[in-house]
């Protein structure tokens, strides 16, 4: 699996959008680009997933270059609520209708949103 | 609220004990992951099961074992933990092609 390179803190003032970078400079044509987040003392909480087109929820957008080798997840207006440490991970999944993609987890971003 | 339950919340065992993590899910999905997290570290994957079957165990330790009763159920049993084995065990559930919806994990304890 590719790997993804993330800076190990940001913040963020509340109110404000909040662009959290990943590089996956090695990624292949198949693999897809996954953002988790995990809140203190929780399990991860899945936001949004991309091949190679930009993608919207209702709790982020993702943007992903066109080269496919980085991509940023945007927050559009962070709250205290999103402090948490964001994880990007790029997953591949394999032939076959059983296939279930292994996720792998990188070291990830610790984000702060401020009052 | 997540859609994955996983008993109990916490566990505290010695080294000698026999236990078991359970995790739940009722939302159809045919993987179920086990993750291991220990603090300040990203979640590890230990095991996956598709459709049941054991897919992928990542050079886990015989001392943790998994078991997959039914497309619902995911069991871990654990036998002559060390202490270095206190971690945060995550469960996980998804469809094929889709998304892993975790629990909020069994914070374990071996003393």
């Known amino acids: 699996d590719a790997k993804t390179t993330q800076p190990p803190s940001m913040d963020c003032a509340e109110g404000r959008a909040a662009n959290l970078p990943c590089n996956h400079s090695t990624i292949s044509g198949n693999e897809y680009v996954y953002w988790y987040r995990q809140i203190h003392s929780q399990g991860p909480q899945y936001i949004i997933h991309g091949l190679k087109n930009n993608e919207t929820n209702e709790m982020a957008s993702l943007i992903i270059t066109e080269d496919r080798k980085s991509s940023t997840l945007i927050l559009p207006h962070a709250t205290l609520r999103d402090t948490a440490v964001y994880y990007c991970?790029?997953?591949?999944f394999g032939a076959g209708g059983t296939s279930y993609g292994k996720l792998t987890f990188g070291q990830g971003t610790i984000l702060t949103v401020h009052p | 609220d997540t859609e994955v339950t996983q008993t109990p919340k916490h566990l505290v065992m010695g080294m000698t004990n026999k236990k078991s993590l359970k995790c739940e899910q009722h939302m159809g999905h045919r993987a179920m992951y086990w993750y291991k997290q220990k603090a300040k570290k990203p979640p590890e994957l230990m095991f996956v099961y598709s459709y049941e079957k054991l897919s992928i165990n990542e050079s886990v330790p015989s001392r943790f074992s998994p078991e997959c009763p039914n497309s619902s159920l995911l069991n871990l049993h654990l036998h002559a933990l060390q202490p270095e084995d206190s971690a945060l065990y995550l469960c996980a559930s998804s469809q094929v092609r889709s998304p892993l919806h975790f629990g909020n994990g069994t914070r374990l304890t071996v003393t």
């Open positions: 991970i790029v997953r591949v």
